[in-house]
């Protein structure tokens, strides 16, 4: 194992998030390094140091303090925003249609060529799934 994994690994058994597995690996490095041994120490030393600290008081409005610092929201201005936005969309539904009639209208040669094929009645061709209820008949 890497000292730079060690490390890593150290801090986790201090957390308690350390598997088996990787805690046996740990300390076997451990037994074999003098400075990732020292490092743990170190770390140990330094977490039972920070537990014996007494926990700090917060005044009771300190919430208030702190929202009434935040930024102001300006609903005028969001809803401005939301406005735009919708705007932009509606355009470019009304454009988007409008360029998908165009290029569909000149798809063609011209109106008259539409309303031939318009008025055309295919009869020759089977509709889907006629052919499978076609009813063959033989001759004896």
Do not use: W
């Amino acid at each position: 194992m890497r000292c730079k994994t060690a490390e890593h690994y150290i801090s986790l058994k201090l957390d308690h998030e350390l598997k088996p597995k990787q805690e046996t690996k740990l300390r076997q490095h451990l037994e074999s390094c003098i400075s990732c041994k020292a490092l743990h120490q170190d770390y140990a030393r330094m977490q039972t140091g920070l537990q014996q600290l007494p926990v700090p008081e917060c005044p009771p409005q300190l919430h208030h303090l702190v929202m009434s610092n935040l930024p102001k929201r300006n609903r005028n201005a969001e809803l401005r925003r939301f406005r735009l936005s919708l705007a932009a969309a509606s355009l470019s539904i009304v454009l988007s249609i409008g360029a998908g009639t165009l290029v569909g209208l000149k798809g063609y040669e011209s109106t008259d060529m539409l309303n031939d094929y318009a008025a055309e009645e295919v009869i020759d061709q089977p509709l889907f799934g006629e052919n499978s209820l076609m009813v063959v008949s033989y001759d004896d």
